[in-house]
């Protein structure tokens, strides 16, 4: 009887031990950020690029905001939105304002920030990073929170299967109901799909997604006010052609405006250096003939291209067409069978997808 009185009171103070030397928060001690972007001394970097930093774990979304993630250059703090990505565990802070070009900024993700158990990061995650040097052509337009979606709508997105998507999907104000075509399975605050590289979100996801959402169709909407708000091209940038390019044409960087639809059957070829930046003002609607491709030469970038579009069928990409670039649509995006993007997809109402491949810039 000792014996048994004996054994149960050292198995009761081995048992007592392990819990008091386990450590709270979900069993994995205090969280950490595992990976930053940009890189830590990375240089070359847009100005108008997100810094984010993904967790061990998943974070409490009442501490990951503004006063939690500081970006400054020197002594000059710089002001931006915080969010919260539930499907990627990611916080990210979206500047105002483009940065300033070839200057040194230093990023914090403070220890403000908690797990979703209450345990707070052992230490600050400090580091630096160059911006790139100024470029020819235009300021870059600012996407904000809306460049954490490589397709973004607000009423409605389909697919005809299977689209191959690299990158996030977002529809708001619509339900997740009109997400068609995916085939997605849901989980808390995102869905997941064979069709997307990234996640799935939708309004009636809960929270932090709902609100996240608004706000990046805000900011799509005035990315897109921005980008038809800039002093409109001259000389040759100004009605080239009527809006028919017919016949293969090479564009600088620069402005490019038409008071009426853009129809591209032919070959365009947009060269440039790594940071230059075109906008496309379009007052109707962006027609890209089928099998044409717009070509980036010389260093040219994705996501320095925008396409503003203001037409009523907004933009349409024909079968087995390659196009570059941001396209904001006031309106729609509607993709034949087999085009491709490499950037972004922004409409104001829906978008129509057809086995699509969609890439992030």
């Not at 819990?19 to 108008?48: E, F, Y």
């Not at 990611?90 to 300033?100: E, G, K, Q, S, V």
């Not at 220890?111 to 040097?133: E, I, Q």
């Not at 999907?169 to 989980?187: I, K, M, N, W």
């Amino acid at each position: 009887m000792k014996k048994v009185i004996f054994g149960f009171f050292t198995a009761a103070l081995l048992v007592g031990a392990l819990i008091a030397c386990t450590p709270v928060g979900g069993g994995g001690g205090a969280p950490t950020v595992s990976s930053v972007s940009p890189l830590d001394g990375a240089s070359g970097i847009s100005t108008t690029t997100p810094i984010s930093g993904i967790f061990s774990t998943t974070m409490d979304t009442t501490t990951v905001v503004a006063a939690n993630f500081a970006l400054a250059t020197g002594a000059t703090a710089v002001t931006g939105s915080v969010i919260y990505d539930v499907g990627t565990k990611t916080a990210i802070f979206t500047p105002t304002a483009n940065l300033a070009a070839n200057t040194v900024y230093t990023a914090t993700i403070k220890t403000g920030m908690k797990d979703s158990a209450g345990v707070p990061l052992a230490a600050n995650k400090v580091w630096t990073f160059t911006t790139a040097a100024p470029g020819a052509g235009p300021a870059a337009v600012n996407l904000r929170t809306a460049g954490n979606y490589v397709v973004l709508a607000m009423s409605a997105i389909s697919t005809v299967p299977s689209s191959a998507i690299t990158g996030n999907v977002g529809l708001s104000p619509a339900a997740e109901s009109y997400l068609t075509g995916f085939s997605q399975t849901d989980a808390t605050g995102y869905a997941t799909s064979p069709q997307v590289t990234g996640f799935l979100y939708a309004a009636t996801m809960a929270p932090p997604t709902n609100t996240n959402l608004t706000t990046a169709v805000a900011d799509m909407q005035t990315a897109y006010t921005d980008a038809a708000g800039r002093a409109s091209g001259t000389g040759a940038h100004l009605n080239l052609l009527g809006g028919n390019l017919t016949t293969p044409q090479t564009f600088a960087a620069g402005t490019y405006t038409w008071g009426s639809d853009l129809n591209i059957s032919s070959n365009l070829t947009l060269t440039g250096g790594a940071n230059d930046v075109w906008i496309f003002q379009i007052s109707g609607n962006l027609a890209l003939s089928s099998a044409t491709n717009i070509v980036l030469t010389g260093g040219a970038q994705a996501k320095n291209i925008f396409w503003q579009v203001g037409g009523g069928s907004g933009a349409t990409l024909g079968t087995t067409s390659k196009l570059a670039g941001i396209i904001l649509s006031q309106t729609a995006v509607t993709m034949g069978t087999g085009a491709t993007l490499n950037g972004r997809a922004l409409a104001q109402t829906n978008i129509a997808l057809a086995q699509n491949a969609i890439t992030s810039p």
